[in-house]
């Protein structure tokens, strides 16, 4: 009955993010760190200010694209629209804009997470609430990130911890870092978990 409800929970099996069986099983059982999971309202103002969060990029994304519509980049009319550099500047504002729709959806789950408490990560120094075991996107580490290891970890944040410790990991010798092949190998899974879209696999 336990392994049901875990592969029927929302957060595993519909948009992320990955969910151990283990930690599942503490929460329903309020264990570990859930032992100290507080009640009653505590869970409000952080769901409600990730929720916040989401439709703030969902407004962005929603505004964006009308002044940024991703599809004039793949018309004939596209290609010789204004200067070059206005154009790598169009698609690269066009790109990050898309981008935040799924900054939203995955600030909602966030949201849902938290407000279950699930996300509940014990307490800081200080003596607050955390509320980050279970993120699934770390926006400012994307939005902030000088190259693509920084972004990739931030972006889909537990699919990352997942590839890393059941598929990089087991490619990689003990002591070892992982080297080109492991990190292909690596992305070759992401990419087929995915789906069959080309780019995927180019990327």
């Known amino acids: 009955?336990?392994?049901?409800?875990?592969?029927a929970c929302g957060p595993g099996c519909v948009v992320g993010p990955n969910l151990e069986y283990s930690v599942y099983k503490?929460?329903?059982?309020l264990k570990a760190d859930y032992k100290q999971l507080p009640g009653g309202w505590a869970t409000l103002?952080?769901?409600?200010?990730?929720?916040?969060?989401?439709?703030?990029?969902?407004?962005?994304?929603?505004?964006?694209?009308?002044?940024?519509?991703?599809?004039?980049?793949?018309?004939?009319?596209?290609?010789?629209?204004?200067?070059?550099?206005?154009?790598?500047?169009?698609?690269?504002?066009?790109?990050?804009?898309?981008?935040?729709?799924?900054?939203?959806v995955w600030c909602f789950l966030d949201a849902s997470l938290i407000a279950c408490g699930l996300s509940f990560a014990g307490?800081?120094?200080?003596?607050?609430?955390?509320?980050?075991?279970?993120?699934c996107v770390k926006i400012w580490d994307v939005e902030s990130a000088c190259g693509p290891i920084p972004a990739m970890k931030g972006w889909n944040h537990?699919?990352?911890?997942?590839?890393?410790?059941?598929?990089?990991?087991?490619?990689?010798?003990?002591?070892?870092?992982?080297?080109?092949?492991?990190?292909?190998?690596?992305m070759l899974v992401s990419a087929f978990w995915h789906g069959y879209y080309p780019c995927y696999y180019v990327m």
């Open 45 to 104: 103002m952080p769901s409600l200010t990730r929720l916040f969060q989401g439709l703030l990029c969902l407004g962005v994304h929603q505004i964006g694209v009308q002044y940024f519509p991703i599809d004039f980049a793949f018309t004939a009319e596209f290609a010789s629209y204004k200067t070059f550099l206005y154009r790598q500047f169009y698609v690269t504002m066009a790109c990050r804009v898309h981008l935040y729709k799924f900054y939203g």
């Open 158 to 186: 537990q699919t990352h911890v997942w590839l890393n410790r059941y598929v990089q990991d087991r490619f990689t010798n003990p002591g070892e870092r992982p080297d080109l092949m492991v990190t292909v190998k690596t």
């Open 26 to 29: 503490n929460w329903i059982e």
């Open 123 to 135: 307490k800081s120094e200080d003596g607050s609430y955390l509320w980050d075991k279970l993120p």
């Open 1 to 7: 009955m336990e392994f049901t409800s875990y592969i």
